[in-house]
């Protein structure tokens, strides 16, 4: 592959953590990138989420090795001094407080280590030791190394002011113009026509109108939480916590995410001193609100494992909404008709964690090279809407 | 049986609620301090002496009172409005045990008055340093001004209006700091005429202030504090370009009032419950504004509930009169010399305390080509994300980034501050306690 081979100019719709990613490798590699946003920077799930940089909650196969990826590619760009002070290493203790729990986990830890992840098993005196903010009722504990936290909004900010890409702020994207060759030429906006020579879709839930699929991706509402400062109970936490529950809400496991509101429990210490919790899944609700009982029940459930959490006040709580792929996988690479049509799109509650490594594996692939990631298991091309042209 | 419920006990809450009243309909008032009154009618907690009041402010309070006198309405003091969450279920703790209660209401009548606004000068944060209406707030409710010198500064008719409660109170401030220069537009003043009462109590404010005779420094401004041994020490720049410095045991500072928008929801007359505002919450106008408001407000959640079309206008002419009044009052308080622009605030000047960002904060934020929203700021710099919910800061920190980028279009407050839920921080405890949608009475609209 030689440089004359790269695209003149590209241009992303979509600026979550996923695009702002593509642009600053795409920008690395000296590439002329616009993106364009129908808000801003990080307006939709990547400014509401949690920032788990996790394996702990991935299940064996395409979406663990996507994650271990992902997680050392944070610590490269750590290293590197990119996202100094903005990746924060740290375990995750999954915990178990039932029969079905503990049962859960054992699984999942098994899992785990067969894929190289580094889990230490915690029965109930260890785990009062090495987590003595935990309440009696955690039966046992699975420390999850090498994961780490990364706050969504301020990756982007850190990516897009590195690269020096241009933001569109407030502009949105129509419909992909195509032209005669069979290939896009550019994207219809509300303020006119942006054209480029290569074009990827990184609309998180703005995705699936603009490439006309029907069926395949649906908005996953979650509920989010934040605490004020509480340093010292803070401090006494080596790690972030996911209930044995989450594993089952999220899908982790055989079957896919419970129904309903679908609570999994995360407690998340900040480098703040404040606190994150969360959360809910919710396919009915794609409105970015709160409610009272949503929230009374996560904070319930964090106090019964964290009892010192009852003495921290709410500060305020949000909502973001998650992209979800039917098949519980990522829609990422070229599109199917068209050659210079690129989509990264549909991570769930996985985007924090990949948007860099798949951002990384789109520029490249924008770039005509094979990318290092193993992008196969997330093409487009596995479902059929996805043949027709955008 | 519709449930109204009025957040907030001052001229606005009282007049929606004694509106309602005399339409049949039940309401439950809300306030989160001890004693109704709002900002200027505060009552004195326990068995303070209330402060004195001019006859015409006496009697105005007390038809609103004589308004709610009635079982229609329902009174809670010491209750703190949370907000209203996605589901219209709306979120309340008590002052006195802490408990929160969750409620349904059909109609919410938002009334819970202005925000200050306070021009940040370097050491503006310092312990010592509060707003005037603060220092309003504990005069009212222990009937004793605060004790020792203290400064007044800022802009508007607020500053002589709570020195004269002041002087009444037994410690008149030690000096009175005023941007504009009111004594200096006769013609401006000669169109207060038209608002009889209004001219009345500014008068009288001014007389009291005049006749003390506390330096009451016009066309001046106060440019910096610094903390000296137990005191404080402002720098004042006076009309005639001189600087002084002023030692003071604490300064409350006042650059006007404006709407209060800070994480409230947004009004709606519409979905359950409706939700109007009223007062200076909706538009900052002073007393006479709010009563009228408080009764436009209260008759169009009585139209709204009985699905019958409300006649408004009538409100709206007192309204708009006020909107007159205060714009005439603006011209006579305009500040009469060039403020320090806020892009010269040295860098490690405050700008949000709750999360200590400063100025520099701010300025090293904008460095990027690009235009950040008030969001990026807001979540990048954590300007706005704080306990007071941006309160204090959004408008500084909205006001400097449309001075240091002029070619981008200013943020709004609401890019900043966003909605908020809960509007105020609340104990975890206290909200896994809460019982779950209670309804707030058994009162009975009585068509
Ligand atoms: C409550 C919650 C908790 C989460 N916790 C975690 C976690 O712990 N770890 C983790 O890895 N992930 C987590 N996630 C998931 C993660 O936030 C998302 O997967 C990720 O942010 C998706 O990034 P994105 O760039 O694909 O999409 P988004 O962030 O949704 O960005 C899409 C962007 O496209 C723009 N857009 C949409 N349509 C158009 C259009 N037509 N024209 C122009 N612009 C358009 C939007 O304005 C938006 O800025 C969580 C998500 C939620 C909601
Ligand atoms: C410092 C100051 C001094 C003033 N002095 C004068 C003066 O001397 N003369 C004059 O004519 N006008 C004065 N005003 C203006 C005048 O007070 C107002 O125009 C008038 O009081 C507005 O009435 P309101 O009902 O809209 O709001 P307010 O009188 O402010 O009443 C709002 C009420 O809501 C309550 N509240 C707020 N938030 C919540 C919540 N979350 N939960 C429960 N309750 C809540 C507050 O405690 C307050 O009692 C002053 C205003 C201020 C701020």
Redesign the interface.
């Known amino acids: 592959m030689t440089r004359t081979e790269l695209p003149s100019s590209v241009l992303i719709a979509g600026c979550g953590i996923v695009g702002a990613a593509t642009a600053f490798f795409l920008a690395r590699r000296g590439v002329d990138v616009t993106i364009i946003d129908r808000e801003g920077p990080a307006a939709a799930a990547t400014g509401a989420a949690d920032g788990a940089v996790s394996v702990a909650s991935k299940r064996p196969g395409p979406m663990m090795v996507a994650a271990l990826s992902g997680v050392a590619l944070y610590r490269q760009l750590l290293a590197e001094g990119v996202l100094a002070d903005l990746f924060t290493p740290r375990s995750t203790f999954i915990i178990a407080a039932s029969d079905e729990e503990c049962t859960v986990l054992e699984a999942h830890g098994a899992a785990l280590s067969g894929e190289g992840v580094t889990v230490e098993t915690l029965g109930r005196t260890a785990l009062a030791q090495r987590f003595p903010a935990l309440s009696p009722s955690a039966r046992m504990g699975a420390e999850v190394k090498g994961d780490g936290h990364a706050i969504g909004y301020r990756i982007v900010n850190r990516l897009l002011s590195t690269s020096g890409v241009t933001v569109r702020r407030g502009v949105a994207a129509k419909h992909l113009i195509e032209a005669a060759n069979g290939r896009i030429a550019g994207i219809a906006t509300d303020k006119g026509e942006f054209r480029a020579d290569a074009v990827v879709i990184a609309a998180g839930n703005g995705a699936a109108s603009l490439l006309r699929l029907d069926g395949v991706m649906k908005p996953r509402k979650g509920q989010l939480l934040v605490t004020e400062r509480a340093p010292a109970l803070n401090a006494s936490m080596p790690g972030s916590i996911m209930s044995g529950r989450y594993l089952l809400s999220k899908g982790s496991q055989k079957g896919g995410p419970a129904s309903g509101r679908g609570y999994g429990l995360v407690v998340d210490p900040l480098v703040t001193g404040q606190f994150l919790i969360g959360g809910t899944r919710e396919d009915s609700d794609a409105r970015q609100t709160n409610d009272f009982d949503a929230v009374k029940h996560i904070l319930a459930d964090a106090v019964a494992l964290v009892p010192g959490l009852a003495d921290v006040r709410l500060l305020r709580a949000f909502a973001g909404v998650r992209t979800a792929v039917v098949d519980s996988l990522p829609l990422v690479g070229r599109w199917p008709v068209h050659d210079n049509l690129f989509v990264a799109a549909g991570f769930e509650g996985d985007g924090i964690c990949l948007g860099p490594v798949m951002g990384q594996a789109i520029a490249a692939l924008v770039c005509g090279e094979q990318p290092t990631l193993d992008l196969s298991p997330f093409t487009p091309s596995r479902f059929s809407a996805c043949e027709v042209a955008a | 049986m519709a449930e109204v419920i009025i957040i907030g006990g001052g001229p606005a809450g009282l007049s929606a609620a004694g509106t309602l009243a005399k339409a049949g309909i039940a309401s439950t008032l809300l306030e989160q301090r001890a004693t109704l009154g709002g900002a200027i009618h505060r009552q004195p907690v326990g068995s303070a002496k209330p402060v004195s009041v001019s006859t015409a402010a006496r009697h105005r309070f007390e038809r609103l009172m004589q308004g709610i006198a009635t079982p229609l309405v329902r009174l809670r003091v010491s209750t703190t409005f949370l907000g209203i969450?996605?589901?219209g279920?709306m979120?309340t703790e008590s002052r006195t045990d802490g408990t929160v209660a969750?409620l349904k209401a059909d109609a919410v009548i938002l009334a819970t008055g202005a925000v200050e606004k306070i021009r940040p000068v370097p050491g503006w944060d310092l312990p010592g340093v509060s707003t005037a209406g603060g220092l309003q707030v504990m005069l009212k409710e222990t009937s004793t001004p605060p004790k020792g010198r203290i400064l007044l500064a800022g802009n508007g008719p607020l500053l002589i209006a709570l020195a004269a409660q002041m002087i009444r109170a037994g410690n008149p401030p030690l000096m009175i700091v005023e941007a504009g220069n009111p004594l200096a537009h006769p013609v401006a003043a000669f169109g207060l005429l038209a608002h009889t009462t209004l001219l009345r109590e500014a008068t009288g404010y001014t007389l009291d202030v005049l006749r003390s005779g506390i330096p009451w420094k016009r066309g001046a401004c106060l440019t910096g504090i610094t903390a000296r041994d137990d005191a404080l020490e402002a720098t004042i720049l006076h009309a005639d370009g001189r600087t002084e410095i002023v030692a003071a045991d604490r300064i409350a500072l006042h650059d006007g009032i404006r709407e209060n928008d800070i994480g409230l929801p947004a009004a709606r007359n519409n979905g359950k419950p409706i939700i109007l505002k009223a007062g200076d919450c909706r538009q900052a106008l002073g007393v006479f504004a709010a009563v009228a408001d408080g009764e436009r407000a209260g008759s169009e959640a009585a139209s709204l509930l009985r699905g019958n079309k409300a006649a408004l206008t009538r409100f709206e002419r007192r309204i708009d009169r006020q909107v007159a009044a205060q714009r005439l009052l603006a011209h006579i308080f305009a500040p009469a010399l060039p403020l320090p622009p806020l892009s010269a605030l040295p860098d490690d000047c405050t700008l949000c305390r709750c999360e200590g960002r400063t100025v520099g904060d701010l300025k090293a934020l904008l460095t990027?080509?690009?235009?950040l929203?008030g969001?990026?700021v807001k979540?990048?710099g954590r300007f706005a994300m704080g306990?007071c919910?941006g309160r204090f800061c959004a408008a500084n920190t909205a006001a400097l980034m449309a001075a240091l980028r002029p070619d981008v279009p200013a943020p709004t407050l609401r890019d900043l501050t966003?909605q908020?839920?809960?509007v105020r921080?609340?104990?975890?405890?206290a909200?896994?306690g809460?019982a779950?949608?209670e309804t707030t009475n058994d009162h009975e609209v009585r068509s």
Do not use: M, T
């Open positions: 969450d996605g589901d279920c979120l969750a990027v080509k690009d235009g929203s969001r990026e979540h990048n306990s919910q966003g908020r839920w809960p921080p609340v104990s975890i405890a909200l896994i809460a779950s949608n």
